[in-house]
């Protein structure tokens, strides 16, 4: 199994985090795979040390794969989560009160985004 974090919407549309595993099977020499996902786009990024964004919903369905540093997401329900690099979060809070995302290492900051049809 696979474990990703989520952000989604409440029915009070406050945002929260929850969890989801992707069931993986054995291919062999080639290792354990998912069955595949349609996506829509993918988006490379990268922002600046003191990266700080207030609330806000998410543009769209995506994943964020963070490939360097570390950030800290608050929901509007007041949780945080730390998440460090290597790690999925899929953020579904299209609408609603939204999240807040912070660098919590003082250093430029990379990640891709895989937007979801």
Do not use: C
Request: charged letters at 25%; glycine letters at 6%; hydrophobic letters at 40%.
């Amino acid at each position: 199994m696979f474990t990703i974090t989520r952000i989604y919407n409440d029915s009070n549309n406050d945002s929260r985090f929850g969890e989801f595993s992707v069931p993986l099977s054995d291919k062999g020499k080639i290792g354990l795979l998912s069955n595949e996902i349609a996506v829509k786009s993918i988006i490379f990024r990268e922002v600046m040390a003191d990266y700080d964004w207030e609330f806000h919903t998410a543009p769209q369905r995506q994943f964020i794969i963070l490939l360097d540093g570390a950030i800290e997401i608050e929901t509007s329900s007041g949780e945080k989560k730390q998440f460090n690099a290597g790690e999925i979060i899929l953020v579904e809070d299209t609408e609603g009160k939204g999240h807040r995302i912070k660098n919590i290492i003082a250093a430029k900051r990379k990640s891709v985004f895989i937007t979801l049809p």
